[in-house]
C-alpha cells in the first residue's frame, strides 16, 4: 500500500486547509486511516482517526477545528482544517492500518505534506 498525502501549504492565522492522502496498491487490506502531525521541536502527535466505519477521533486541539473524513471505496482520506493557528504548523503524516484498532498500531505511512501557519 503506497498513500500519497497533499493539499499542505502557507495559510494567515484563521485561514483553513484541505489535506488529502490518497490510498494505492492493495487498497482493500485497509481499515482505519488518520493523520499525524510533526514539528520539529515536538514529537509526533496524533491529529485524527477513522475507522474503516467512519468512527473519528480526534486529539483535544483539533476539536471543533478539524474534520476527517474518507471515501470507502477509493480509501482516500481527508482532513478539513479551519481556524488554523501558528502552533498548528508541523508536517501532516498520512498513516492506515489493516485494523480497525489503531491504537494498537499503523502498518502504513505516506510522506509528509507540510503546512505553515503564519502568525
Known amino acids: 500500500v503506497q498513500l500519497q498525502a497533499s493539499g499542505g501549504g502557507l495559510v494567515q492565522t484563521g485561514g483553513s486547509l484541505r489535506l488529502s492522502c490518497a490510498a494505492s496498491g492493495s487498497i482493500d487490506s485497509i481499515k482505519a486511516m488518520g493523520w499525524y502531525r510533526q514539528d520539529p521541536e515536538k514529537e509526533r502527535e496524533m491529529v485524527a482517526t477513522i475507522t474503516s466505519r467512519g468512527r473519528t477521533n480526534y486529539a483535544d486541539f483539533g476539536e471543533g477545528r478539524f474534520t476527517i473524513s474518507r471515501n470507502n471505496p477509493e480509501n482516500t482520506v481527508h482532513l478539513q482544517m479551519n481556524s488554523l493557528k501558528p502552533e498548528d504548523t508541523a508536517v501532516y503524516y498520512c498513516?492506515?492500518?489493516?485494523?480497525?484498532?489503531?491504537?494498537?498500531?499503523?502498518?502504513?505511512w505516506g510522506q509528509g505534506t507540510l503546512v505553515t501557519v503564519s502568525s
Open positions: 498513516r492506515a492500518g489493516m485494523n480497525d484498532q489503531w491504537f494498537k498500531g499503523w502498518n502504513y
